[in-house]
Every structure is written in C-alpha cells, then in structure tokens.
C-alpha cells in the first residue's frame, strides 16, 4: 500500500481516537500535504477496498471514517491478513462458531463466543481494555439471565463501544444467538 494511503488512514485513525468522530478535510490535498490528485486517488481507492467510508458528502472536502477493516489494519501496523501467513494450515481443534459442511441444522454454543470475545479483548491493544472485560461479563450475565434486558443496558459503555468498534460485532453476534436459541 502506499504511503500517502497508510498515512491518510493513520490520520483518519488518530483523529477518531481522540474525537470519536470522522475526519474532515480539504479536497485539495492541503491539510495531508498531498495534492488533490494523490489524494482523490487515495480515497477512491480506500473507499473501493472497503477501508474507510463517507458518512457525509461536503463539497470540497472529504468527511472520512474508517470501517472496521480499515481500523484493524492501522491497528496491525498496516499489514493485510494475507501478509501475516502465505500458507493455509488448517488445525482444527475446536471449530467455536463454526459450520463446516452443508449441515441442515447448526447449534451455536453461546458460551463459546463468549469466551472468544474475552480473547479479543486480551488481545487488544485498546487502553479500554478494564471496560471491554466488563461488557463481555454484562453480556455473559445477560446470556445466563442473571441481569434482565433493558433498553438503555449498555449506554454507559457507548464511547467505548465508539472507540473499539471492532466489538460492536461480538456484542450483537452473542446477542442474536442467545435471542435465537430456545
């Protein structure tokens, strides 16, 4: 990838950790020290690789927020999943949330995700790391009905969630499987 790109990112990252918001800049390249060119260029093609999106048009400016494949690749030092193996190994030990086959009736164990959220969260290197434990704990105290469901359960925990939002997709996964099993 480009510098200018791993640049841009890394601004658009910086920015979101400090303001929770998206990063507004010039289309004429000025507040990147690039010319409009590189970087029309260099959203087009963050854009098109589903690294960041435009959460609102301005004219003469790009208002830019980073996807969560965006986020985790600033966050692994701008290396693509690709980059870290060239081989596929495959030890299967325990497949957690897994389906392989073509089984007509799949069993997710809730205690499993649960479990693979808290690994996440270890291996995170977020300074919210105290706070991502406790909402993995509030969500195993939900799955097992030790806390009821109430709107309003995690709003103490929104700009956590805003900071870290690769752990959006947990929550809602454990969720949903515990609100689909019977």
Not at 30 to 38: C, F, L, Q, V
Not at 49 to 58: D, G, R, T, Y
């Amino acid at each position: 990838m480009k510098d200018s790109r791993k640049k841009l990112l890394q601004m658009i990252y910086d920015h979101d950790q400090t303001t929770g918001g998206p990063l507004q800049i010039r289309a004429d390249g000025s507040d990147t020290g690039n010319d409009s060119h590189t970087l029309r260029n260099d959203v087009t093609y963050l854009k098109a690789n589903n690294f960041v999106f435009e959460p609102m048009s301005i004219m003469r400016a790009y208002v830019l927020r980073l996807t969560e494949k965006g986020e985790c690749l600033v966050e692994n030092g701008f290396k693509l999943p690709s980059d870290f193996s060239t081989s596929n190994i495959f030890n299967i030990e325990n497949a957690t949330n897994s389906v392989i086959g073509t089984q007509t009736t799949v069993t997710l164990n809730i205690n499993n995700a649960i479990q693979e959220a808290r690994t996440q969260v270890e291996s995170c290197q977020s300074d919210d790391k105290a706070e991502l434990h406790q909402i993995i704990n509030l969500l195993e105290m939900i799955t097992s009905e030790q806390v009821p469901v109430k709107k309003g359960l995690f709003s103490k925990f929104s700009g956590i969630i805003q900071r870290n939002s690769w752990i959006a997709s947990p929550i809602t996964s454990i969720l949903l499987n515990w609100l689909t099993t019977l």
